[in-house]
Structures are given as structure tokens and as C-alpha cells.
T-cell receptor, first 110, second 114 residues
Framework: DAKTTQPTSMDCAEGRAANLPCNHS???????VYWYRQIHSQGPQYIIH???NNETNEMASLIITEDRKSSTLILPHATLRDTAVYYC???????????FGQGTRLTINP | ETGVTQSPTHLIKTRGQQVTLRCSSQ?????VSWYQQALGQGPQFIFQ???????GRGNFPPRFSGLQFPNYSSELNVNALELDDSALYLC?????????????FGPGTRLLVL
């Protein structure tokens, strides 16, 4: 699985959009980009995934660059409950495991 | 739809003992994966079970073993516990056999080895 690079930590004001970047410059054509988040001491929560097109669901939007070497997770109107560690994971189709890095610790400030 | 559940929520054991952790998969899911998360680290893949067979294993010693039952629930067994086994143990279920499978995690079992 391709390696991902994320900032260690980020801050965002409540009500603003939180934009979390992820670099995956060695991604290959059959690898998907997944995002999970983990609120303190809970299990990781699935947010969204995509291959090459931008994706949106009720939680977030995923923007993948045309060359697929990076992506951005967007939480459109961040709330205090969005404070969590966010993991960007690249996973080949059919792979058994998710490979977690250190993630980005996002803090939403009132 | 019932989500992934795990039991117990917390557990304290002493070094050398054995422990069994349990996981009930989300309704309709046929695959369970187990992860270990040490404090301050991301989860690490232990192994996966698909249709009652081990279907991939991470870099964990044989004293970590598992089972999957016909109803797709699963157990993680750890023998000869060591202090470093203290961690949050997570299971995730998915419906494999599709083109893309998403793993959904349970709340975890926090194990403390003294």
C-alpha cells in the first residue's frame, strides 16, 4: 500500500470549513483513498472513500487531485464534535488490511 | 441495522495469563478484521477472518489467534500475555466479495496487562 503523509495537527474555528490535506504521491491506479476518524478512545469511524472522482456524503467531501498524488478531506461546517484524529489511508482494492499512519489531530475551537 | 459490538469494554489481566475478546459483526457482514492500537499510535492489523478461515495476518506472533463462527462473530485469543499487549483491541467488519469493501469498527476492548 502506498504511504501517506499528513500534518501532525491542525486547528479550525467552529462553524468554518476544515480542510485536511493528505499526500499520497506513490499511489497506484488500483488504490483507493479512505478517510477515517477516531474520537478519543473510541473505534475509528469511516468517513468517505474515493478512487479518482470527487466524492461527497452527509459527513464530508473528498477532493482528489487529477494526478491522484494528493487529496483533501473537507468538513464543511466544523463542530466541536469533529475534534478527532483523522486518518488518510490508501488501500488497494481487495486488500485485507487498513494501514494506519499517525493521522492529523484536528482540534475545533469555539 | 446493528453495528459492530465488542465485549468486554475493559479488561485487566496479569502477565502470563490468557484472554479472549469477542466481536459481533455488523448485520449482513461476512468478514472480521482485528487491530491492536497501542497508546498514541494508529491501529495495527492483526489478522482477518473470512467465512471462518484466516484470510491474512499482520506481524503478530502465533500466541495471537482467532476464530470466526458460522454467524460471522469472532474471537481474538491472546496467550501468555506480556506487558506490551496492553492496548485497545479493535474489530472491524465488512462485506467482502464486492469490488470495494469498507471496514466498520466497533468501540474496542481496552486491555491492561499488569
Amino acid at each position: 500500500d502506498a504511504k501517506t503523509t499528513q500534518p501532525t495537527s491542525m486547528d479550525c474555528a467552529e462553524g468554518r470549513a476544515a480542510n485536511l490535506p493528505c499526500n499520497h504521491s506513490t499511489i497506484s491506479g488500483n488504490e483507493y483513498v479512505y478517510w477515517y476518524r477516531q474520537i478519543h478512545s473510541q473505534g475509528p469511524q469511516y468517513i468517505i472513500h474515493g478512487l479518482k472522482n470527487n466524492e461527497t456524503n452527509e459527513m464530508a467531501s473528498l477532493i482528489i487531485t487529477e494526478d491522484r498524488k494528493s487529496s483533501t478531506l473537507i468538513l464543511p461546517h466544523a463542530t466541536l464534535r469533529d475534534t478527532a484524529v483523522y486518518y488518510c489511508i490508501v488501500r488497494v482494492k481487495g486488500a485485507q488490511k487498513l494501514v494506519f499512519g499517525q493521522g492529523t489531530r484536528l482540534t475545533i475551537n469555539p | 441495522e446493528t453495528g459492530v459490538t465488542q465485549s468486554p469494554t475493559h479488561l485487566i489481566k496479569t502477565r502470563g495469563q490468557q484472554v479472549t475478546l469477542r466481536c459481533s459483526s455488523q448485520s449482513g457482514h461476512n468478514t472480521v478484521s482485528w487491530y491492536q492500537q497501542a497508546l498514541g499510535q494508529g491501529p495495527q492489523f492483526i489478522f482477518q477472518y473470512y467465512r471462518e478461515e484466516e484470510n491474512g495476518r499482520g506481524n503478530f506472533p502465533p500466541r495471537f489467534s482467532g476464530l470466526q463462527f458460522p454467524n460471522y462473530s469472532s474471537e481474538l485469543n491472546v496467550n501468555a500475555l506480556e506487558l506490551d499487549d496492553s492496548a485497545l483491541y479493535l474489530c472491524a467488519s465488512s462485506l467482502d466479495g464486492l469490488a470495494v469493501t469498507t471496514q466498520y469498527f466497533g468501540p474496542g476492548t481496552r486491555l491492561l496487562v499488569l
